[in-house]
């Protein structure tokens, strides 16, 4: 498996659930977590990508388990939670990283309503039912809940603004669930990604300059990789290096974004 | 910021800040259109104002009462979480959408007036917040997108006594800071507020967009 000096271990006997860890970012912070120890669920909505995730992180000796889930559904988010309990018997982890595709770069009087209910669905609709379906569990042992937002969500984007709109009240809900879940010994953290994706091959395959303006705005100069970039921030926030932090998003984008 | 004979601002948002803000602006000169809590699409936007052209002036305000209830995300139900979140959001960035036509052929301005829990988070305000943030940073987005058709769109974030209870407010302005606002006040809603809004729309301010102000007399200072 793919592992990092130092974080080997640092996860072992705790369990997570990562939403939309089929592919991207969610997949690469699953395998880093399942690296670091952890027993994780690879809540998804397509078996198609969800199973592989979930037997690639098998076969390095890593536990993970596939299951269906569409966050906009509570009943779906509480399967997730009950597959994690019935497995390994605790829950010490969230990471909400679904999302709807937020789509071609459009100006806010263009986009759709269907579109606008999609987003809000999928990112804020969906931590009510991340959170409130994992609470009991968090509080029980000390967990914490991660948000993946986006610098979208911090300086806005001119290209995508529904997307930026809707990692924004990640932001909001994150530093709210921070002062509202300290007392009770849960914590609550966001990491905002710049990684290769999916989506972000489907934008510079549509946008060829973008990957050169993308790279001349980041001090480290390459884009992220969700499992050996961003997947250890998730370790880190998730294991007890972090335990006194509370209500923070780290921008792990190359430096792209230094605005906070 | 074409100067116009008659400035026209919209005010959308039951209670305050939108009802002091608007009274401010009427003061200043302003013809004022209202919206209340109503349900906010390009149709009932254009229902409530078939004439309508152009707009000077945005104001966004509109929270609902159930944004502005203390309640733990653990008891919420999902018909709350909706109403006091998703729905208040949602309604934000429509009002954007509708407004878009209008602005542009004023050269007008939008402004985003949210709590100080919207970025520094709220115990027992969590819908509240992740509405109000989103807004905050919609109001970037669109500043990004719309500078070139002459729309300029700002963000103000406020005391928290301007959208809660006295009770609530107080616990929120205690939580984010531990000095009494430096002027010594939370600022006027109709008085002061309301000038920083009719400000932004002057021609002082032209090379601004996409400015996120807090004009809370010193409460919190971030950054």
């Known amino acids: 498996m793919t592992e990092h000096a130092g974080m080997s271990g640092l996860l072992e006997g705790t369990v997570a659930i990562v939403t939309g860890a089929g592919q991207g970012v969610g997949e690469g912070i699953a395998a880093a977590l399942a690296a670091a120890g952890a027993g994780v669920v690879i809540a998804a909505r397509r078996p198609d990508n969800g199973e592989p ?39 010490d982890l969230v990471v909400h990283n679904a999302v709807s595709p937020p789509g071609p ?22 931590v009510f039912h991340c959170a409130q379906a994992a609470f009991d569990e968090l509080r029980a042992n000390g967990g914490s809940l991660i948000l993946l937002t986006s610098p979208s969500g911090i300086e806005g984007s001119g290209h995508l603004p529904l997307y930026g709109a809707v ?49 001349g705005r980041t001090p480290l100069g390459r884009i992220g990789d969700p499992t050996t970039d961003i997947g250890p921030v998730a370790v880190f926030l998730a294991s007890e290096l972090s335990r006194h932090m509370t209500g923070q998003t780290l921008a792990v984008d190359g430096g792209r974004y230094l605005g906070l | 910021m074409t100067p116009q004979t008659t400035r026209t601002a919209l005010v959308v ?21 209202r919206l209340g809590d109503d349900l906010i699409n390009d149709d009932t936007v254009a229902a409530a104002f078939p004439t309508l052209e152009h707009l000077d002036l945005v104001v ?11 309640m733990e995300l653990t008891d919420l139900t999902a018909e709350q979480w909706h109403a006091a979140c998703d729905e208040p959001l949602e309604a934000g960035i429509r009002l954007a959408r509708a407004a878009y036509e209008p602005l542009r ?69 205690e939580a984010n800071s531990l000095h009494d606002p430096p002027l010594g006040r939370v600022p006027d809603l109709s008085d002061e507020v309301s000038l920083v809004v009719d400000a932004l729309t002057t021609n002082a301010f032209a090379a601004l967009t996409g400015a996120s102000l807090v004009v809370d007399g010193g409460l919190w200072m971030p950054g």
């Open chain 1, 53 to 91: 995730a979930a037997e690639a992180i098998r076969a390095q000796g890593g536990q993970a388990l596939f299951c269906r889930c569409d966050v906009t559904r509570r009943a779906d988010v509480d399967a997730a939670v009950s597959a994690a309990l019935e497995q390994w018997g605790r829950l």
């Open chain 2, 105 to 173: 052929a004023a050269g007008g301005t939008i402004v985003y007036l949210v709590p100080l829990m919207a970025s520094a988070g709220g115990d027992g305000f969590a819908p509240f917040a992740g509405a109000a943030e989103g807004l905050r940073v919609l109001a970037k987005s669109l500043a990004k997108t719309w500078g070139t058709d002459d729309i300029r769109v700002h963000a103000i974030t406020l005391d928290p006594s301007a959208f809660l209870a006295p009770t609530d407010a107080a616990g929120m302005a």
């Open chain 1, 105 to 126: 770069p459009r100006p806010i009087q263009e986009i759709d309503d269907e579109t606008i209910a999609l987003q809000i669905a999928t990112s804020t609709t969906a």
């Open chain 2, 60 to 70: 966004h305000a509109r929270y609902p009462p159930l944004c502005r209830q203390r």
């Open chain 1, 167 to 215: 990692k924004g009240a990640q932001r909001g809900l994150l530093k709210s669930l921070a002062r509202e879940w300290g007392p009770h010994g849960v914590r609550v953290n966001a990491i905002a990604p710049v990684a290769w994706t999916p989506a972000m091959d489907t934008a510079t395959a549509a946008n060829p300059t973008l990957e050169a303006r993308l790279l």
């Open chain 2, 13 to 33: 948002g039951s209670g305050d800040p939108a009802d002091s803000v608007g009274v401010g602006l009427v003061a200043a000169g302003w013809s004022l259109l």
